[in-house]
C-alpha cells in the first residue's frame, strides 16, 4: 500500500495550493480518506476529511478556505487551500481508513510553507 502526497511547497500569505494523494494497493473506493498536518512543536490534527460516500468534515481553522474531494477514478483524493495563513505552515499527510476491515495507512508528509 502506498500514498504518495504532493504539491506542497512555498507560498506567499493569501495564495492557493492544491495538494494531491494518490493511493495504490487498496481498493481505493472502500476507504475514507483525510488529510492531517502537523507544526513544528505542535501536535498533529485533522484538517479534512472525505468519507468514501461523499460525505465532508474539517478543522474549524479551515472552514471556508480548503476544500477536500476525492476521484474513485484516479484513487486520488486532493485539498485545495485557499486563502492560505502563515499558521496553516506544517507537513500535511493523508490517509486512508478503512474501519470496516480495521486498516488504516498513512502517506509521507509534503511541506506547506506559508510566508507573510
Known amino acids: 500500500v502506498q500514498l504518495q502526497a504532493s504539491g506542497g511547497g512555498l507560498v506567499q500569505a493569501g495564495e492557493s495550493l492544491r495538494l494531491s494523494c494518490a493511493a495504490s494497493?487498496?481498493?481505493?473506493?472502500?476507504?475514507?480518506m483525510g488529510w492531517y498536518r502537523q507544526a513544528p512543536e505542535k501536535q498533529r490534527e485533522l484538517v479534512a476529511f472525505?468519507?468514501?460516500?461523499?460525505?465532508?468534515n474539517y478543522a474549524d481553522s479551515v472552514k471556508g478556505r480548503f476544500t477536500i474531494s476525492r476521484d474513485n477514478a484516479k484513487n486520488s483524493a486532493y485539498l485545495q487551500m485557499d486563502s492560505l495563513k502563515t499558521e496553516d505552515t506544517a507537513v500535511y499527510s493523508c490517509?486512508?481508513?478503512?474501519?470496516?476491515?480495521?486498516?488504516?495507512?498513512w502517506g509521507q508528509g509534503t511541506e506547506v510553507t506559508v510566508s507573510s
Open positions: 494497493g487498496i481498493i481505493f473506493s472502500d476507504y475514507h
Open positions: 472525505i468519507t468514501r460516500t461523499g460525505s465532508l
Open positions: 490517509t486512508a481508513n478503512n474501519p470496516r476491515e480495521g486498516k488504516n495507512y
